[in-house]
């Protein structure tokens, strides 16, 4: 079995502050992980992926992730946030024979200027 | 690329009124094919996913169901929607051959039920 926690529903971060968004996960074999955004209105766009390679994953519009196995974490980053930053985020893990994914319940990142 | 177009985007029904949303894609050929809604203040909760032509695995006991009558086409519907079927409907695509779990989004539909 595989789920995903997504630590605080919104986060609320000042604009050129570092985001910080936490997601742990669980799964009795080695995982896939992922991190979505979503704006108002439209479908998730993935924003960076973990497939077992290099545990310090760099995705687009300057976020970063790592994964962490001893700690069952891959927390999404940002050294400094931007008003176009403002979202929903997903945090996701998919594992075994089948892949199917999990997501995570979101978590809303809203920056003040 | 692979692109997802849904339709209808947004779509206001009466309670007990059927439902079809439509699900095609392009630019990929026998993909796993899935169904999220997400409510209000919610996740995403999978609703079906298809693994090809014809076959379909439902996650959650409801009134609605799903049809992949195509390799490119998923269909969700209802025969009698309920209150609780009004959400933002998104439809995904995991490409293949190497499934990864990681999905390819369309816009979504966005269906209210009143």
């Known amino acids: 079995a595989q789920s995903v926690t997504q630590l605080g529903s919104h986060v609320s971060v000042s604009e050129g502050a570092l985001v910080l968004l936490r997601c742990n996960y669980s799964s009795s074999v080695p995982p896939y992980l992922f991190w979505y955004v979503q704006y108002p209105n439209q479908g998730l766009q993935l924003l960076l992926k973990y497939t077992s390679a290099a545990t310090l994953v760099k995705g687009i519009n300057g976020f970063e992730a790592e994964f962490k196995k001893s700690e069952t974490s891959f927390h999404l980053t940002k050294p400094s946030a931007h008003m176009s930053d403002a979202a929903e985020y997903f945090c996701?893990?998919?594992?075994?024979?089948?892949?199917?994914?999990?997501f995570g319940r979101g978590t809303s990142l809203i920056v003040h200027p | 690329s692979q692109t997802i177009h849904q339709w209808p985007a947004t779509l206001v029904q009466p309670v007990g009124s059927p439902l079809s949303l439509e699900c095609t894609v392009e630019g990929t050929s026998n993909p796993n094919l899935y169904w999220y809604r997400q409510a209000a203040g919610r996740g995403l909760q999978l609703l079906f996913y298809s693994v090809g032509i014809g076959q379909i695995s439902s996650e959650v006991p409801q009134n609605l169901s799903a049809s992949r009558p195509q390799d490119r086409q998923f269909i969700l519907s209802s025969k009698k929607l309920l209150l609780s079927d009004s959400g933002f409907y998104l439809c995904?695509?995991?490409?293949?051959?190497?499934?990864?779990?990681?999905?390819?989004f369309g816009e979504g539909s966005r269906l209210t039920v009143l």
């Open positions: 996701a893990v998919s594992s075994g024979g089948s892949y199917i994914p999990t």
């Open positions: 995904a695509l995991d490409p293949g051959p190497a499934n990864t779990g990681e999905l390819f």
